[in-house]
């Protein structure tokens, strides 16, 4: 979900930044009309932070392993402030590591951080059936994060496959869209299973922190 | 701190003492030029001109490759994808596998932008302290909420980073291999993640209390310092002419189909 510089057409780059903007205005939007906006920037700093860290954490699959993305755990624990965050994030991948790149960071913010958005969403229909509950917060955390990562991959695979080749035929895109999301299917459940116990835990221990959702 | 970037931000070169926020605009509006371009005649000048900025800014050559071998796999899937699956002429073939034209011809822009595009990030990221960079978006216009929730995670990532290490070690220590995805693994290091949340929110609301007792939120921030000498406008003129001559040419070449 790292789309590098050079690879999209700058028009594609450019609609990235607009909803990339239109997705930070309203999350600020959201921000500024809470009582003291400022006093959630620590906290939403230091788990931007810690998000990041936590993303370097590594599940086995023999032959080799793969990373969490958390962008659905990150809606569900940050709320308005997951977009930010993820811009943050992914932009700080862009300049320290080069994973990503800086005329596609609209890009990429759109893809993981609007499902993100949703994810919180998603975890939020918590409230409504008891959120004190730990199997219902487990049932909306595998929903936030399997949403997360899905709908993130299925954007990218749309993004990628219809803006790139462009002497690919229309069936060979199909192909491409369906194999990408296709692949992506074991990830998805994975990542919502390890969502769904990450809040379960942070409910045991700190459920002030699930406040947001 | 030293995160990689701020390694080389001290050396004495031109674009070092460019001003920060000249440099900014300048640099990403080349960055912007760069990416619109899609005629192949324009790539050697693209290339010269990135050359000359990383050796005008005097950042060594073994910082770039490293930096260069990240991405490498993302680029690899795409070079796969172009050459050999996408457009009719066939130069080569191999086995079952044919060496396009038209992917070669759309993957060797893509590349050219690539290289460029991430050399000219490293000297606009690379040859300043990163924190004052931040300024300089600020200043640009960058929302206070923004820049200071970058400031803050950059403050904390490697220091995050190091606690996550620590838990690591001492799982390690008494016994804890992740070797297979079972349930039990899984509930390990999803605990580990967690605690890190929680860690971190706890160590958060200290901050924030030391933090109000020092006065944020309520004094007045002090404008940041910067001033742009007549070079740094000369220079970001310059800059800005060679970024729009690329647009220019892109499109006249286009316009006019040879």
Known sequence: ?????????VAV???GYVSTGAATWFSLHKINQKENPQAGIPKASLLT??????????????????????????????????????????FFQAVMFQHGGLTTLGV?????????????????????????SLAWTGVFGFLAGAGGLGIAALLAAVILVTTVPSHLDVEAERAGIYAMTLAHVPLVILEGVFTALVVVFIQRVRPELLENG | MNLGLDEHAHLGSPLHGWEPRCKFVGLMALIFAFSFVRDLRLLPAMLAVTAALYVASRLPFPFLLTRLRAPGFFLLFMAILLLFFSGSTVLVQVGPLALRREGLLELLPILAKFVSILMVGLVLFGTAPFLITIKAMRALGLPSILADMTLFSYRYIYEIGDDL??????????????????GRTLGVLASLAGTILVRSYERSDRI????????????????????????????????????????VAELILRGFGV
């Open chain 1, 108 to 132: 990429n913010a759109t893809v993981m951080g609007v499902p993100a958005l949703l994810a919180y969403f998603i975890f939020r229909l918590r409230n409504v059936v008891g959120k004190d």
């Open chain 1, 13 to 15: 780059s450019a609609a």
């Open chain 2, 208 to 247: 924030y209390k030391a933090m109000i007792l020092r006065g944020y939120g309520r004094a007045p921030r002090r404008p940041d310092e910067f001033q742009a000498r007549p070079r740094d406008a000369i220079a970001l003129g310059g800059v800005l002419l060679v970024a729009v001559g690329f647009v």
């Open chain 1, 49 to 90: 932070a810690a998000f990041f860290v936590a993303s370097w954490i590594h599940i086995p699959i023999p032959p080799t392993s793969v990373h969490l993305v958390l962008n659905g755990l990150l809606g569900a624990v940050l709320g308005y402030y997951a977009f930010p965050a993820i811009l943050i994030g992914l």
């Open chain 2, 165 to 182: 290490e620590t838990m690591e070690t001492a799982m390690g220590l008494r016994g804890f291999r992740a070797r297979r995805p079972s």
């Open chain 1, 1 to 9: 979900m790292h789309i590098p510089d050079g690879i999209l057409p």
